[in-house]
């Protein structure tokens, strides 16, 4: 069946399966579930060709990637959409805009569901710290509760974090809930200067007559403080503007800066950037609560919507993510071009407050898709590669690559894998909503497929495989050693 594909909102109008449940789905999953086989479609290993286009489910990739596992979406979260990926020891935690499920992954060929949550609140973009997870709510509710239904937006509804108590992996535990102005589109974790403490950055946006508590222009983000030892006391302590010019105020065919649509904290470096729907932003969060804004970039002539940032190791580039057509639209092809829908690469450049960004170059992959699929840049991150600037990334239906960017005027894809078309008569939402590579392989979150793991062997990344993390949410950039 066809499914809606989603407005420049980012799935925010997604229909959710009502549900009177609490939680479900707590117990472990029966050993031997079907959690582990790969795509029955063969792969095309040898397929190189970038205007080859697979076959409705047919595999393509690089010869050096390779699918090792596929976990599909269990019930009932197989009524909605995958969303976003966190991680932290041996599991992997997986957001879906019904909930979210957590699978053991220390053996990345055979994942293992270890328990689901039914808490339905678009989209459920996730993070992990120690035994607290943390939800974002960007639809308005009823109440707070996971058996919330979606209602008219009124001073009465409810959108923002919720926060689970993890340290039981078969068993999460609502504790705590937190209402944000305009809800919670997504959230990045900080961790405070001291230990016991982290933040939340909390990016949304959107008009006052849709969205809870969000007055126009919403330019704000709201911090949340957790204290770790007890969640039950987290709190908005600020609210900073982060705009109070207003913003760019759009074009016709792009998005009005109107609040952000998400944030990358480096934390080691004191530096955030922000893709806030019409600027990028470089920030200093020396003070987690004060960040301030010490340079801005705009795109007048191709980026639409500035939807995510990564930097590289050093802290010397960042890319910035444009989602053209808010994932819902096929922009992987000659008519779109490779300049739209694709990577800004910027160098960044002086000290302190002096700090600038220099666009360098765009990265789109080389891969022309059908237009029944919905295909734009989308969620990745670094791999840990010695003295390279690598980064995986998804690209919806376009599948995963995986691409170099050392040069920054000359970025060059070196590995990918992907699926063919869900339909070949009719656009179809779907593909890989993040893909992020940890302690040794790359996790792609397929939004109708389900997880999958891959790996990718190639000596250009070889490196990689040194570097392990106890803890890695993506949107909270760690520092690796860079030998």
């Excluded at 900080?190 to 909390?202: E, Q, S």
């Excluded at 944030?263 to 020396?286: F, K, N, S």
């Amino acid at each position: 069946m066809s499914r809606p594909f989603p407005s420049p909102r980012h799935l925010r109008t997604l229909g959710l399966a009502a549900t009177g449940l609490l939680l479900l789905g707590l117990a472990p999953a029966a050993p031997g579930a079907a959690q582990t086989a790969v795509d029955p479609a063969p792969a095309r290993a040898g397929a190189e060709s970038p205007t080859a286009i697979p076959g409705v489910d047919e595999i393509a990739s690089s010869p050096n990637m390779r699918l090792v596992a596929n976990a599909p979406i269990g019930t009932p979260l197989n009524t909605s959409v995958n969303s976003d990926l966190a991680f932290q020891g041996k599991y992997v935690f997986v957001g879906n805009y019904n909930g979210f499920q957590i699978h053991d992954i220390a053996r990345p060929e055979r994942p293992k569901l270890v328990s689901q949550v039914l808490c339905p609140g678009s989209q459920n973009d996730i993070s992990v710290h120690g035994d607290l997870l943390f939800l974002s709510t960007d639809s308005p509710r009823s109440d707070d509760s996971c058996a919330s239904t979606r209602v008219n937006p009124d001073a009465t509804a409810w959108e923002g974090i919720k926060i689970f108590d993890i340290s039981d992996k078969t068993a999460p535990r609502y504790v705590k809930s937190v209402q944000t102005a305009c809800g919670s589109h997504t959230h990045t974790l900080v961790p405070a200067r001291t230990r016991g403490t982290v933040y939340l950055y909390v990016s949304s946006y959107g008009p006052s007559d849709t969205y809870v508590g969000c007055p126009r222009p919403h330019d704000s983000i709201s911090i949340v403080r957790v204290p770790v030892q007890d969640p039950t006391a987290a709190s908005v302590v600020a609210t900073p503007n982060l705009f109070p010019d207003g913003g760019y105020e759009g074009r016709p065919d792009g998005s009005a800066t109107s609040g952000c649509h998400d944030i990358t904290v480096y934390p080691d470096r004191d530096l955030a950037a922000g893709a806030c729907m019409g600027d990028g932003i470089l920030m200093d969060i020396a003070d987690r609560e004060a960040p301030r804004v010490i340079n801005r970039v705009r795109d007048t002539e191709n980026f639409a919507f500035w939807h995510s940032a990564t930097f590289n190791n050093t802290g010397t580039k960042v890319v910035f993510v444009d989602e053209l057509g808010g994932g819902g639209a096929a922009t992987c092809n000659a008519t779109v071009g490779p300049n739209r829908g694709a990577n800004a690469v910027y160098d960044i450049s002086g000290d302190g407050d002096a700090r600038t960004m220099t666009f360098r170059s765009y990265f789109k992959i080389p891969r022309a898709n059908a237009d029944t699929e919905n295909c734009v840049a989308h969620n990745g991150a670094l791999l840990p590669v010695k003295g390279r600037d690598i980064m995986v990334q998804s690209w919806y239906q376009g599948g995963v690559s995986v691409w170099d960017f050392t040069d920054s005027t000359t970025p060059k894809e070196i590995g990918y894998w992907e699926r063919g078309p869900l339909s070949d008569s009719a656009l179809v939402f779907g593909g890989s909503w993040s893909a992020y590579y940890y302690n040794g392989y790359i996790y792609s979150n397929d939004t109708v497929k389900g997880l999958d793991v891959l790996e990718i062997d190639d000596p250009r990344t070889a490196s990689a495989k040194l570097t392990r993390f106890q803890e890695f949410n993506p949107q909270t950039q760690p520092s690796y050693r860079s030998w």
